[in-house]
């Protein structure tokens, strides 16, 4: 199915089962210990043997030599495998560094060896008697120190890396007011509950993995590329995945080394990496050093924009793209925006929720801040007044639905934004320094082709198949919902079969695209099974009514599951794109509001109250997108205040590379959180009218609870995260 046209009235508009809050269908596996996630699958497999990885002890350099014996003879070893003895191996597309190292080592902690033993006790033992000589390179582990000997990046999936409109330089020069700031941001780690797992078994020439991946596709097609294999000799499985936040969006170390252990030990072998691995072998959010420079009139009116963003990466890895919203979210007739790129040899970077705007707002929302403090002008009301119906860059582009200033009017009154005082440091609550503040969110809606297979049996009962994957977002439910609303069945009546690449291929779990694309995917493909079952039971398909379980046409009725009396009937599509992304700009908007209160003595930070308006296209099931939306303010107070990967610049890695000195947010640091969803369809984006809301919920989180802190203190942070030590010699007396 193609779509073309912006979407009328069909059978989703009849909100049946669609738009309803429903419970993860999953849910009963998942509480019961039984969804079957990839380390645990017992049952796929016989006789499973255990890997554990090696991580190279050093972040730039070489293996001098490298002495396995020991590790041989250790009991219950079956195989040692080294980039010596692994055979020839490529590299896959979406992977920066080799997820094997040696001789040459790209970073720390990049997978070395694998040990394989019968227990995991044996080869975790085995692995410490592997000896390895390194002689260490001079690395590059500083971001700041190489930020001026940044490249400018080839276009990405980000889009380009430079962009202008007007004379920014002679528009800023000329405000009356404005703003010149530079702000940091730290790496970031996904820290996911489940690790990165997986369980490889060869069958002759062809290898199935079980394995915790958000892109089944991507990771086939990429380890066939790195083994040197057929794409068709490769099998990815991956049903349930205990979070993922872009971290498993490509294939990663421990899949390959369980492929290349279960080949040289001639049995199947299970691998999940160790938690200080997944720090520093997987991939991370690149940290960056933004400057933004903003030009007003005194009415409020901005005449100039600028923002420029200089990230690290590995050689051929990709920049953070922090200057992505900048382009799109306020009005300005003179623009510009750039990126860099510095060659580090730290761990890859690579996407982590909302890639980009995550980053990138947690400057610009600071910044639209700071304006309003040197104007005198609301906070929410500058917003409002810089507000833009059309890109800035292509005026002739219209947003197919921009619903910024009702979250930002409508958030305002539900927060009791007119009771903030604007002068910092004002408000007290015993020994609390009290303030609010405020942060616009963005982020970008991607459509892209996503397929499904739909089967209706004699019982009636509707299964979806599709490669198509669920975090922890509630994939199954939404996709249930999406085939019962289709064929005019109840919840119960639908079985839903995920992540398996044998599957139709979707548009994969990632970058907020998922839940719109896969949903339209499985509409087409039970359109297409709608017009089969009409056309068996002489029925015409245009007519023909699909509801409680009967599909109808004029004064006659017969029961869906009569139409697969002889056999079952199938029908498979996809949802291909056309020009209208082009045509419009589509997007997600939101506003959060947050209020802190901030310890006069000591400066510890506590956030009191938290809200989110969003408006995302049409909500295909409030009770999940709510849940993201939660979970997403939660990491963005994560960002704000406590998220940092500390880099040792002597040895590069990442120091804290566990859960216990890389801190998150826990129960007792969140608190109460209020969101609300405006009313809206955006029939542009797809046959479903929705959009996603997944990682809008993360954008300009960090960026609120920073401006609350300014509010409560005076005191401006623009180096994330905000800890005490930033505010406490200036904090008032």
Request: proline share 5%.
């Amino acid at each position: 199915m193609r779509f073309e046209h912006p979407a009328t009235f069909n059978p989703i508009d009849q909100l049946k089962v669609i738009g309803h809050p429903t419970s993860r269908i999953e849910g009963p596996l998942k509480t019961t210990g039984t969804a079957p996630y990839a380390y645990e699958r017992h049952d796929v497999a016989a006789n499973q043997a255990y890997g554990y990885v090696v991580g190279s002890a050093i972040g730039k350099g070489r293996i001098g030599s490298i002495d396995l014996e020991a590790a041989k003879a250790a009991p219950g070893v079956l195989a040692v495998v080294t980039a010596d003895n692994a055979g020839k191996l490529g590299k896959g597309e979406r992977n920066a560094a080799p997820l094997l190292g040696g001789p040459e080592i790209a970073h720390y902690h990049q997978a070395v060896a694998i040990v394989v033993a019968g227990t995991f006790e044996q080869a975790r033992a085995a692995a410490q008697l592997v000896r390895i000589d390194y002689v260490k390179g001079d690395g590059k582990f500083d971001l700041a120190a190489e930020r001026d000997k940044g490249i400018t990046p080839h276009p990405s999936f980000g889009g380009p890396a430079d962009t202008a409109v007007g004379d920014f330089a002679s528009a800023f020069a000329a405000a009356p007011v404005q703003v010149d700031s530079t702000y940091t941001t730290p790496d970031q780690g996904h820290a996911m509950m489940e690790p990165h797992a997986s369980i490889a078994a060869w069958d002759g020439d062809k290898l199935t993995v079980w394995t915790s991946n958000q892109m089944i596709a991507w990771g086939a097609e990429d380890m066939a590329k790195t083994l040197g294999i057929p794409k068709e000799n490769v099998r990815l499985v991956s049903p349930y995945i205990g979070g993922g936040f872009g971290g498993k969006l490509f294939l990663r170390a421990e899949v390959l080394l369980a492929a290349l252990g279960a080949r040289a030990a001639g049995r199947p072998v299970k691998v999940a990496l160790q938690r200080p691995l997944m720090f520093n072998n997987t991939t991370h959010r690149p940290a960056t050093i933004q400057r933004i420079r903003i030009g007003a009139e005194r009415d409020g009116k901005i005449t100039a924009i600028g923002h420029e963003s200089w990230s690290g990466n590995v050689r051929d890895g990709e920049p953070e793209m922090a200057v992505s919203q900048t382009r799109l979210l306020y009005a300005g007739a003179s623009r510009m925006t750039a990126t860099r790129l510095a060659a580090l040899d730290l761990p890859e970077g690579n996407a982590m929720r909302a890639p980009g705007e995550a980053s990138g707002m947690m400057a610009l929302e600071i910044a639209i801040d700071e304006l309003a403090d040197k104007l005198g002008i609301d906070p929410v009301a500058l917003r409002i007044s810089n507000d833009t119906q059309v890109d800035p860059e292509h005026p002739e582009r219209h947003f197919s639905q921009r619903q910024l200033v009702q979250c930002l009017s409508d958030g305002a009154a539900r927060f009791g934004w007119d009771k903030r005082n604007p002068k910092p440091g004002e408000v007290r609550d015993g020994r609390w320094l009290v303030g609010m503040g405020v942060a616009a969110a963005f982020r970008n809606n991607l459509v892209t082709k996503s397929a499904a297979r739909v089967r209706l049996d004699q019982n009636g009962i509707v299964t979806v198949e599709t490669d198509m994957t669920d975090i922890g977002t509630g994939s199954y439910t939404i996709i249930a919902q999406t085939a019962a609303e289709m064929m005019g069945v109840p919840l119960e009546k639908v079985t839903v079969r995920l992540g398996d690449s044998d599957f139709p291929v979707s548009c994969g779990s990632g970058g907020q695209w998922g839940g719109n694309n896969s949903t339209a995917g499985v509409y087409a493909a039970c359109t297409k099974l709608r017009e089969t079952i009409a056309q068996k039971l002489g029925f015409n398909s245009e007519e023909a009514v699909f509801a409680d379980g009967v599909v109808r046409s004029g004064n006659r009725s017969v029961p869906l599951a009569q139409a697969a009396g002889g056999g079952d009937l199938v029908a498979e599509d996809a949802i291909e794109y056309g020009d209208l992304a082009k045509t419009y700009q589509q997007s997600t908007f939101g506003a959060h509001f947050v209020e802190v209160g901030v310890d006069a003595d000591t400066a510890e930070i506590r956030v009191r109250r938290m809200l989110a308006v969003c408006a995302a296209g049409r909500i295909l099931n409030p009770k999940a997108a709510r849940s993201q939306v939660i979970g997403a303010m939660t990491m963005g107070v994560g960002a704000a205040l406590m998220e940092d990967l500390v880099v040792d610049k002597r040895h590069g890695l990442f120091i804290n590379h566990d859960l216990a000195a890389y801190e998150v947010p826990v129960h007792a640091d969140i608190p109460h959180q209020e969101m609300i969803f405006l009313d809206e369809t955006d029939p542009m984006s797809s046959p479903m009218k929705a959009k996603g809301v997944a990682e809008l919920g993360i954008c300009g989180v960090a960026a609120a609870v920073a401006n609350a802190v300014h509010n409560a203190t005076g005191i401006r942070v623009r180096d994330y995260p905000i800890t005490l030590d930033k505010l406490l010699a200036e904090m008032p007396v």
